[in-house]
């Protein structure tokens, strides 16, 4: 311990040792002290003190994801988009044209989406599919 | 700002985003597997053309990348290699009709990101391009639809990658803790007055975490875990893009970032990468031994050769002025891989379209001599390759090799690349034996591959003899310009 790092350490080390010591007491002096049942909901879920009702395998319909997707896709965009405009003047036209090529890029892929049936819910109208 | 001298040294890039866009359009409104495979090869000849006429000392474009001769010519390997696997993939997904044009959108995708990688001299570059490949590749590795195999290949790739970028951007993030930049060429400055002042405790941290990512990319052992189950997973023309543009890029970086970044001069990395080396060396031919499915017994003997590569950067550590050998070493013995595996996968790939299962198997290929003499004479040369046998690319290689260990007296290092290599022989023949068995299964199969796919993997073979029969002007040209 000549190093003075490790010196700097040996709060945190014994402040680590601390909360292990703190939470194995706790768990093995309940465990001791407190009272052991075996009825027949012990072992049940427990929400809130509500019964849990039917399955929690639900299937959803994929639609509800890709949408989920897209609005972390557009939303990030808007991020971009919203530091740009702040820094509109101080950027000048080498930032208008950058933000220009963004924007264009994510034309290309809206109308990517749009024309591969991503955006229709339900029944799928996507192109070349069923005509090839 | 950006000049445009340096708008004109970024053309291949901007060419291949370009491509990009332009495919994706062209799906929206006019899907064919014919479209956009022409669209893809005009894109990347295009890329190809535009870098033509640079200049080889390199410019610095923004302090993210370096585009010099050795990243230009790694940027034309990798495009070329793109070419061969989407000429070869188009009769593969002609034989699995499902929505195939975005093959080749990730494939340039995948491109681009090569690209990126092979030029960066800067932490965030490594990080996109290796991102933007990474990304791509998982898609690609998951394209066959119903492929139970390759959706668990690309689930596998896509966790252990995800961790092993997780270990990489801690590794940067400790480095730069220490050192206070991300560049590679100030790294080296910054290091040299580290290791006088203070001790390197945290530098050798971060470098095990950094070649642990990065060690994970190119599957040497102790990191190779999920190389054969990924590439028996993938579909053939994605196995050998993984096994070599993928590969080969991820080594260039960690060329640059080692040699640029002087990380040679600690002598604990040195030790790392020599036992690494070692193992992989071994690992990756005795486990090779033993398998029965060609992708296999390729994934297992990329990781030997990974191994053998390694002894480059080994080198460099003790003797200080084989650096420029060293960089020569590395790209003769990359090229060579390259060439040479291209065309063993390729080999699968024209095997794999004529059926709609993989034929991958070593019974796939029993008595391929005498219904495809030509076909297989070229897997022929490429296993020879492999083995490092005289006369084709892989022995200048090898030898390469064997010149910079022995230069800077890697004994330890040296044996292992020996008996390595003595292993090697019997799992490469023995494909080639399985080839000429059985004459009676004569029966003539309707040839079914496309012109292009054969000729691209006799060009190939061609190139593997070329390199090792007449090795002098590429090795002249490398010790020029590198």
Known sequence: MSN??????????????????LVATMLILSWLLGQRRQNKSTNMPFESGVLSVGSSQIRLSVEFYLIAIFFVIFDLETVFIFAWAIAFFELGWYGFFAILVFILVLTVALIYEWRSGALDWGVKTRTGIGES | MMTPTELYALAPFIWLSVGVIVLMLQIAF????????????????????????????????????????????????????????????????????????????????????????????????????????????????????????????????????????????????????????????????????????SNPIIVLTAAAFILSGLAFKLSVAPFHMWTPDVYEGAPAPITGFLATVSKGAVFVVLLRW???????????????????????MLVGNLLALRQDNIKRILAYSSIAQFGYLLVVLIACGTLTESIPLAREAASYYLLAYIITTLGATGLLTLLSSESARERDHIGDIVGLFWRRPLLSLGFTVAMLSLAGIPLTAGFIGKFYIFKIGADAELWALMSAVIVGSGLG?????????????????VHALPQQTSLEGRSVLLLLTLLILALGVYPQPLMDYLSAIL
């Open chain 1, 4 to 21: 003075p790092e490790s010196a700097e350490l040996l709060p945190f080390i014994v402040y680590f040792c601390a909360v292990v010591l």
């Open chain 2, 30 to 197: 006019s899907r064919s597997l014919n479209g956009a495979c022409w669209v893809t090869n005009l894109t990347l000849l295009v890329a190809l053309y535009s870098m033509v006429g640079h200049d080889p000392a390199g410019i610095q474009v923004t302090p993210l990348m370096r585009i010099d001769a050795l990243g230009l010519m790694f940027c034309a390997v990798i495009i070329c290699g793109s070419v061969v696997t989407s000429l070869l993939a188009r009769d593969y997904l002609k034989q699995r009709p499902a929505e195939n044009e975005e093959f080749f959108l990730l494939l340039l995708l995948a491109t681009l990101g090569a690209c990126v990688l092979v030029c960066a001299t800067h932490v965030a570059s490594l990080l996109l391009g290796l991102e933007l490949l990474g990304v791509a590749l998982y898609g690609l590795i998951a394209y066959p639809e119903k492929g139970e195999r390759s959706l668990e290949a690309a689930i596998k790739y896509l966790v252990l990658s995800g961790a092993a970028s997780a270990t990489l951007l801690f590794g940067f993030a400790l480095l730069y803790a220490a050192t206070g930049t991300m560049d590679f060429a100030i790294l080296a400055d910054k290091l040299d007055t580290i290791q006088v002042n």
């Open chain 2, 258 to 280: 080692f040699i640029d970044g002087q990380l040679y001069e600690f002598r604990g990395i040195i030790l790392g990468l020599s036992a690494v080396a070692i193992a992989s």
């Open chain 2, 425 to 441: 022989i019997f799992y490469y023949l023995r494909l080639v034996f399985n080839m000429t068995k059985n004459p009676r299964q």
